[in-house]
């Protein structure tokens, strides 16, 4: 790959999987439900640790996945092996994507979808998902909404236990542009009351309102879109809401 990632280093991703080792269990199970009804095989881009994947393999769905972020899939792949998983996953950007087989479903998880900032690269992504996408298949993702902002220009920090004894402190500042929330994170490794390695991030995230997003999925081409809210299939979403799941068909 020509692209490198300055985000989900190596700290990153073990406070990620310390703050996060499962998949919340109302995400699990809504998104379980589209892999149960669509019967086929699935693909889960920026699949990160595999909290969402390596359950589904171990249900039996045909899954496969990709991350931009050697670090996070070899926590992936170091999870998968204590469970004795195989899984199809590899390390690539979505720009890469050029599969030989199409998708019953694709699903994004988690706000990930808003990772991707730049308008003509959004674009270029939707393009993409509906290019691999089977004629009846769906794809599935959650769009973060400007209520997801946490509060602006405060530090804030939170501390996270390793197995090994050591600690790493986290601490973040988001500012807000417009539709692109940025937000610094400093993780520190502590040992013995010393700070060993330091990891300073600039997390960037997309925000959306449904019209934007219904705008750019049907210049993808996508004809039948609908919005949900997270995780209740039989509603829609709020003012109120962080995030809204966006099903989407051809």
Same mark, same amino acid.
């Given at each position: 790959m020509q692209k490198t990632l300055s985000t989900y280093l190596n700290l990153c991703t073990e406070v990620y999987d310390l703050s996060k080792p499962n998949a919340p269990v109302d995400a699990y199970n809504f998104y379980r439900d589209y892999a149960r009804q669509t019967q086929g095989k699935i693909?889960?881009?920026?699949?990160?640790?595999?909290?969402?994947?390596?359950p589904l393999i171990e249900e039996g769905f045909d899954v496969q996945g990709f991350d931009a972020s050697g670090h996070m899939l070899d926590a992936l792949r170091n999870k998968a092996k204590?469970?004795?998983?195989?899984?199809?996953?590899?390390?690539?950007?979505? !720009? +890469?994507?050029?599969?030989?087989?199409?998708?019953?479903l694709i699903f994004i998880p988690s706000g990930s979808f808003g990772l991707i900032t730049e308008q003509a690269a959004v674009?270029?992504?939707?393009?993409?998902?509906?290019?691999?996408?089977? +004629?009846?298949?769906?794809?599935?993702?959650?769009g973060e909404t400007h209520k997801s902002v946490p509060t602006l220009d405060v530090w804030r920090g939170s501390q996270w236990k390793r197995p090994d004894g050591k600690t790493i402190l986290l601490s973040i500042?988001?500012?807000l542009e417009g539709n692109i929330c940025s937000?610094?994170?400093?993780? !520190?490794?502590v040992d013995k009351n010393n700070i060993i390695h330091t990891e300073i991030e600039d997390f960037v995230v997309r925000l959306y309102e449904p019209d934007e997003l219904i705008s750019l999925l049907q210049e993808?081409?996508?004809?039948?879109?609908?919005?949900?809210?997270?995780?209740d299939k039989t509603q829609g979403p +709020?003012?109120?809401?962080?995030?809204?799941?966006?099903e989407c068909r051809k």
């Open positions: 693909l889960e881009p920026m699949c990160g640790t595999g909290r969402f994947l390596l204590q469970k004795n998983l195989l899984p199809g996953v590899w390390q690539g950007f979505i !720009e +890469d994507l050029k599969r030989p087989e199409k998708y019953n674009k270029n992504a939707l393009k993409i998902f509906y290019n691999h996408l089977n +004629d009846d298949g769906i794809f599935l993702f959650e500042c988001a500012n937000t610094i994170c400093k993780y !520190e490794l993808a081409g996508f004809n039948s879109i609908r919005t949900i809210k997270a995780f +709020d003012k109120n809401d962080e995030s809204i799941v966006y």
